[in-house]
């Protein structure tokens, strides 16, 4: 069920090149036959990036990281339609010094509104983390940021999920982005309407994150000194 869970999307072939990496790290490990831990580091693996054993965090790089990730998924935790989080580390793979896995609990074709503005409130946790505890902000909310931008965008301009502009498209079906570019299919000043209603939601998202994290703050100090402590939960 959880490797399901992990692997939507995946095509035969997906599967097949998953399987053979997992049995590569079973041979390195001189095991006789795959096992659950090799196929989730498989999954890892392929979708992040191997884990990056040369770099070393410095103690407040790692701490940052730690309060980072610990936001992520404290504000998950705490928000009805979030996904459940299956899995955070500090250990660093690929491009990401660390990462916060939710898992959602079935297979779906559609989100709601709700599900996606939980979503939203995940993706600025690790911000809001920072902001709160080290009174800092860091580059590494860049990707959270873009994710968020989009999917925002995606609400307001494509799904009708905007109570501004309620039903209307704003955006050409199908053609969202064009070399990087919004195809919109409204006037300019509805267009500088609609990117006014993108920043006033994320900036609620923004500041019930804020809410959560400091309602919560004892627990995102135990999260935290635990990742410092263990790197995975």
Known sequence: DILARRTPGFTGADLSNLVNEAALLAARRDKKKIYMQ??????????????????????????LTAYHEGGHTLVGMMLKHADPVHKVTI????????????LP???????????????????????????????EISTGASQDIQQATRMVRGMVMQYGMS???????????????????????CADTTAADADSEVRTLLQTCYADAIS???????????VALYLLEKETI
């Not at 884990?51 to 407040?60: G, P, V």
């Not at 250990?91 to 939710?102: F, S, V």
């Not at 959560?212 to 135990?222: A, I, K, S, V």
């Open 212 to 222: 959560t994290l400091r309602e919560n703050r004892g627990l995102l100090d135990e």
């Open 91 to 102: 250990i660093p793979r690929g491009r990401a010094g660390g990462y916060t896995l939710m």
């Open 38 to 63: 090799e196929l989730e580091e498989a999954i890892e693996r392929v979708m992040a990036g191997p884990e990056r054993k040369s770099h070393i965090m410095n103690d407040e790089e790692k701490r």
């Open 163 to 185: 109570d501004k502009f309620g039903l209307m498209a704003l955006t050409q079906s199908g053609n969202e982005y064009l070399d990087g570019t919004p195809v919109v299919n």
């Open 105 to 135: 609990k079935e297979d779906r074709n559609y989100a709601t509104k709700s599900e996606l503005l939980d979503k939203l409130k995940v993706a600025m946790g690790g911000r809001v983390a920072e902001e709160i505890v080290l009174k």
